[in-house]
């Protein structure tokens, strides 16, 4: 019996961490849908109109925020918004981690080596949930990560190739532009 229960709490803790890493890019939503949340119970919502508009919001707001990271161009702005998804993440990855190891561990300096190694590693698992929004856009043409995409006649197709006639590129190859081209032919 005593082998049992060692096992199902190992089990049980394990799969609340689970839950906890699977759980951590929400915790931005879930902060602001409970604080709207309660505030329009406050305000006299009702507890099922609470509910409603507490899930309407943090629904809204994770999709603001992902939406936001894959359509912005600028990598200033990605950054932030991840880092405002991240930290929430981290600090309530801190506090579960401290809360877990005050079960078994009873000096206080190693719960909070632990308690901050899990908010590293929890702020880091909702930015990398995150990035992958980010890199959803295909990259600009020509450019791959600041690298030149080789185009020419290695290209499979026949508009990769700039002397073919169904190029866009046929007449930059020569120097002429698409109107001079245009021009002496009339």
Known sequence: MLALGLVLNTVG???FCWLVFALAAYALPFFVALNIGMMAFHGGAGVVGALLIGIAVG???????????AVTRSGRLRVAIAIAFAVPAAIAGYN???ALSQIGMPSLAWREVLACLGAVCIGGTAWTRLSVF???????AGRAGGATI???SRGCHARDDPSSPSSPN???QSGTSEVESAMSWG
């Open 170 to 172: 046929r007449f930059l």
């Open 96 to 98: 579960v981690m401290l």
């Open 134 to 140: 980010m890199n959803g856009r295909p990259p600009r």
């Open 59 to 69: 629904a809204l707001t994770l999709a603001f925020g992902q939406t936001a990271v």
């Open 13 to 15: 803790i394990g799969l």
């Open 150 to 152: 080789p185009t020419g």
